[in-house]
């Protein structure tokens, strides 16, 4: 897909198209990634909101992790001498 850089007031911008937008769920205002691969000569924009619903994941299933193995994880001595 080939995009022109337009001119808004002092900045030069990018315009996406609508259904690109919808595509990807975003809306004014949202945060989106951009990532410059120069070697390649590429810009992808990705949406962090998937991003942060993986971690989310990741806690909740940490939380989940603790809170099962509260009671044996307590009874842990720690090692005063870490060997090699």
Do not use: H
């Not at 080939?2 to 259904?19: E, M, T, W, Y």
């Not at 390649?40 to 809170?67: A, G, I, W």
């Amino acid at each position: 897909m080939i995009r022109k850089i337009v001119r808004v007031g002092a900045s030069l911008c990018l315009l996406l198209p609508k259904d690109v937008i919808k595509t990807m769920e975003w809306d004014f205002g949202d945060q989106i990634d951009l990532i410059l691969d120069e070697e390649n000569e590429k810009v992808v924009l990705r949406n962090p909101k998937e991003e942060s619903k993986e971690k989310q994941t990741y806690m909740e299933y940490f939380d989940d992790f603790l809170n099962e193995y509260q009671e044996a994880l307590s009874e842990i001595e720690p090692n005063e001498e870490l060997s090699n």
